[in-house]
């Protein structure tokens, strides 16, 4: 494993991990992911993790932010997920990020989260998240 300064041009996904280092161990606690969508390949579909124990410190908006950089970097317009209705953290991280909350037609437990990407969105480098 080593540091890279810019990822790959074409790719179909992207993994970003938020890591802390405890007692000289790496542990993992957050991740973003998206796939691209292959009849669609302006679009995505993501999802992010985070630890139980470190909700509500910003780990989610940060990795969704540099998500949504990657992607629009990548030449993504659009960005989309599914989650429970009653998902009320992802909800509200979705709200504030600025994606459409809309019910989801093809199951009434999920709701479809989805936003359109610019390209002032993009990131021209990669950078880790915290210095």
């Not at 989309?80 to 093809?106: C, E, H, Q, V, W």
């Amino acid at each position: 494993m080593s540091p890279v300064n810019e990822l790959p041009e074409a790719r179909s996904h992207l993994a970003l991990l938020a890591e802390v280092f405890e007692d000289s161990r790496e542990i993992m606690i957050g991740e973003a992911r998206y796939v691209i969508e292959q009849r669609d390949p302006a679009s995505c579909e993501f999802a992010i993790a985070v630890a139980d124990d470190w909700h509500a410190n910003g780990i989610g908006r940060a990795l969704l932010a540099r998500l949504e950089r990657e992607a629009a970097a990548s030449g993504i317009q659009r960005m989309f997920a599914d989650t429970l209705y009653d998902n009320k953290a992802m909800l509200g991280l979705a709200a504030r990020s600025g994606y459409a909350i809309r019910m989801n037609p093809g199951d009434a437990k999920l709701v479809r989260l989805e936003k359109k990407l610019s390209a002032s969105t993009a990131s021209p480098t990669v950078r880790p998240l915290a210095a």
